[in-house]
């Protein structure tokens, strides 16, 4: 029999829920390996309660295996990090983006005596926890500040190892977003985090004990309804998008940009950097459309090199060199719309 760790995460006023399992189990609950475990509630809107906090459960379970059955159709043939553990969730949706779990088995159901431990978090957040080894490490934002907290939780015992805080300005968002939207990047090395705020871009790397490694500034952003893009890490790389929203779309619609009268577009680009130094390795300048809040993926090609998969609004999907940024393929306006979902790699 194998333990198997269950979290899960929720803002306070329970719109949205996040479950992660991050080992292997046995309970006989009709789901085998390689079928979608991490998925999103939405819960109907309730009035707002003065409590800024969110709830992070972990549960352990010991059960039995089950026979097999159909597997889902995504596949995680490309992993970003080769070297990672099957039972790790290192990045937003898991391993290569697919939500696809290793673990034996996957319960649909459990109650409150099966928590292993409840812990209340800072602030509010709409993005996933991340889980590397013993360490869980999570973003949430301040409504009225918009200060955000990199949290770093121990898996077993859900103790609080750090937090760290940063200051930020408040900002126009989505009625159904927060200053927490993005997830993090995971490694045996730490953690990457990214926000954005009309004045920066941040994209920053922790150590294990929650020490600033390397930070940039990526520039301003601009878009109505906040940023949701996160980066990856991908073998002795980060990984991020950065796709903004087009000023003159943004006034169209009767929404003025933050910079105006300023009508000059932002910068958007796709942009690879070391993942130890923080050194911009790559940089591929993009069209500023429409705001993309997709999450790269890996695709592993017919003859065995890999390439990352972008979408966005301006092109649509994009093939792109991991070691050279060059693009290898590229659709064009394949999208009318800003690309909120992000890409996942079935079969060829």
């Known amino acids: 029999m194998n333990l198997m760790k269950t979290c899960m995460e929720f803002d306070s006023n329970n719109r949205m829920l996040t479950h992660c399992f991050n080992t292997a189990s ?81 319960p649909l159901t459990w109650t409150a005596k099966d928590y292993n431990w409840i812990l209340d978090l800072p602030g509010h957040g ?14 949430s934002g301040e409504p009225d500040t918009a200060e955000r907290s990199v949290v770093c939780v121990h898996v077993n015992r859900g103790d609080i190892l750090w937090k760290r805080n940063f200051s930020s300005k408040p900002h126009r968002l989505h009625h159904a977003n927060s200053y927490g939207s993005t997830t993090p990047a995971a490694d045996a090395n730490g953690v990457v985090v990214t926000w954005s705020d009309p004045e920066k871009i941040l994209l920053m790397a922790l150590d294990r004990k929650g020490k600033t490694v390397w930070q940039k500034n990526l520039g301003p952003y601009q878009a109505i309804n906040g940023a949701g893009t996160s980066p990856i890490i991908v073998d002795d790389l980060v990984v991020l998008m950065n796709v903004q929203m087009d000023p003159e779309f943004m006034i169209s619609i009767g929404v003025l940009p933050q910079n105006y009268p300023n009508r000059t577009a932002h910068d958007s680009f796709l942009l690879a950097v070391d993942r130890k130094s923080g050194e911009i390795r790559w940089q591929v300048k993009r069209e500023t459309y429409l705001a993309g809040y997709a999450t790269p993926c890996v695709r ?37 719309s800003r690309t909120v979902a992000s890409p996942v790699v079935a079969g060829d």
Do not use: C, M
């Open 26 to 106: 046995g309970k006989p609950t009709g789901l085998q390996p390689n079928h979608v475990f991490s998925f999103k509630i939405r819960w109907p809107k309730v009035p707002e309660v003065d409590l800024s906090v969110w709830v992070l459960f972990a549960v352990t379970l010991v059960f039995t295996a089950i026979s097999s059955v159909t597997e889902a159709t995504a596949s995680d043939n490309s992993k970003e990090n080769p070297a990672a553990h099957d039972t790790d969730w290192p990045r937003f949706r898991g391993p290569n983006g697919t939500g696809i779990s290793h673990a034996d088995t996957v």
């Open 126 to 139: 709409h993005g996933s926890p991340v889980v590397v080894g013993d360490r869980l490490y999570l973003i």
């Open 300 to 336: 592993t090609t017919d003859n065995g090199d890999r390439e990352l998969i972008f979408l966005d609004s301006a092109y649509g999907l994009a093939g792109v060199d991991i070691q050279t940024g060059e693009i290898n393929w590229q659709t064009s306006r394949l999208l009318p």
